[in-house]
Nanobody
Framework: VQLVESGGGSVQPGGSLTRSCATSGFTITQYDINWFRQAPGKEREWVATKSRWDGTTYTPSVQGRFFTSRDNAKDTAYLQMNTLKPDDTAVYFC?????????WGQGTLVTVSS
């Protein structure tokens, strides 16, 4: 199982970024893909989930601004982040639990600053 992330970077407040999580080693439609983030000096927190049944859930602080999706043909999950705020600055990770083992992408820093 591998998760390879891309799409981090810097953006001004109010801007948008899309994170990608390219997967391999499992069938993406059969597992939940979770997104976490860790801000400097803070605990890692759950952000969003794209479920195997195609549902989505979000932590309240990003509800209505972040959207997670999946391209089954490309085995890739996405986290579209809109109306970004400085508080969204963090390293973002995609994760999946396959056969009882938790796999993480390498994480990429997203910086929201003017």
């Amino acid at each position: 199982v591998q998760l390879v992330e891309s799409g981090g970077g810097s953006v001004q407040p109010g801007g948008s970024l899309t994170r990608s999580c390219a997967t391999s080693g499992f069938t993406i439609t059969q597992y939940d893909i979770n997104w976490f983030r860790q801000a400097p000096g803070k605990e890692r927190e759950w952000v969003a989930t794209k479920s195997r049944w195609d549902g989505t859930t979000y932590t309240p602080s990003v509800q209505g601004r972040f959207f997670t999706s999946r391209d089954n043909a490309k085995d890739t999950a996405y986290l579209q982040m809109n109306t970004l705020k400085p508080d969204d600055t963090a390293v973002y990770f995609c994760t999946v639990i396959v056969r009882g083992q938790n796999y993480w992408g390498q994480g990429t820093l997203v910086t929201v600053s003017s």
